[in-house]
Antibody
Framework: QITLKESGPTLVKPTQTLTLTCTFS??????????VGWIRQPPGKALEWLAL???????RYSPSLKTRLTITKDTSKDQVVLTMTNMDPVDTATYFC??????????????WGQGTLVTVSS | DIQMTQSPSSLSASVGDRVTITCRAS??????LNWYQQKPGNAPKLLIY???SLQSGVPSRFSVSGSGTDFTLTISSLQPEDAATYYC?????????FGQGTKVEIK
């Protein structure tokens, strides 16, 4: 059974760097094709895709946030870390990590973490 | 970026009604189109992937038609548990993008 869980600070100050960790079970980056993505959702708003990392360390970023985002993985710990620099109040959102399933040719987020609300405020 | 536009933004329907939600892409996404259901306070749940494949456990009252740029999610007989916000998402090209969501309410 695949599970994911996000962890990190609930409150960050403007200009600070946010570091979020996604800890998962039920799959491993040692398996070809495995990917984990980050998606966020401001309160009352739509979902926004942020970044993806794959088993082979291929990384993809949202172009609009690329200069602020870094995604890494720790295969031994079954974790993915997302860092976002220069946080602003508009970055206040629930941040989700999700398992990216590309086994059928197309890709979709088939398992999601519960999400973690990050508030940016001084 | 490929823009995904959903319509309507919200709708209210009665139990048993047939409900349709449209998702339009600003350019072709082939069949790389997924749908998610999100209930308040919960993470999104994958409903349909690759345009028309139902995720395991999803009731058969959910179906999708379309390809290229225009897609329609249909709930054949709306049930109380279907009250949620529905999002389409393309995985054809980076950045993957979501529609703005359609909120479905039960009358």
């Amino acid at each position: 059974q695949i599970t994911l869980k996000e962890s990190g600070p609930t409150l960050v100050k403007p200009t600070q760097t946010l570091t979020l960790t996604c800890t998962f079970s039920g799959f491993s980056f040692t398996t070809s094709g495995v990917g984990v993505g980050w998606i966020r959702q401001p309160p009352g708003k739509a979902l926004e895709w942020l970044a993806l990392i794959y088993w082979d360390d291929d990384k993809r970023y949202s172009p609009s946030l690329k200069t602020r985002l870094t995604i890494t993985k720790d295969t031994s710990k079954d974790q993915v870390v997302l860092t976002m620099t220069n946080m602003d109040p508009v970055d206040t959102a629930t941040y989700f990590c999700a398992h990216d399933n590309c086994s059928g040719g197309s890709c979709e987020f088939d398992y999601w973490g519960q999400g973690t609300l990050v508030t940016v405020s001084s | 970026d490929i823009q995904m536009t959903q319509s309507p933004s919200s709708l209210s329907a009665s139990v048993g009604d047939r409900v349709t939600i449209t998702c339009r892409a600003s350019q072709s996404v082939s069949n790389y189109l997924n749908w998610y259901q999100q209930k308040p306070g919960n993470a999104p749940k994958l409903l349909i992937y690759s345009t028309s494949s139902l995720q395991s456990g999803v009731p058969s009252r959910f179906s999708v038609s379309g390809s290229g740029t225009d897609f329609t999610l249909t709930i054949s007989s709306l049930q109380p548990e279907d009250a949620a916000t529905y999002y389409c998402q393309q995985s054809y090209s980076i950045p993957w993008t979501f529609g703005q969501g359609t909120k479905v309410e039960i009358k």
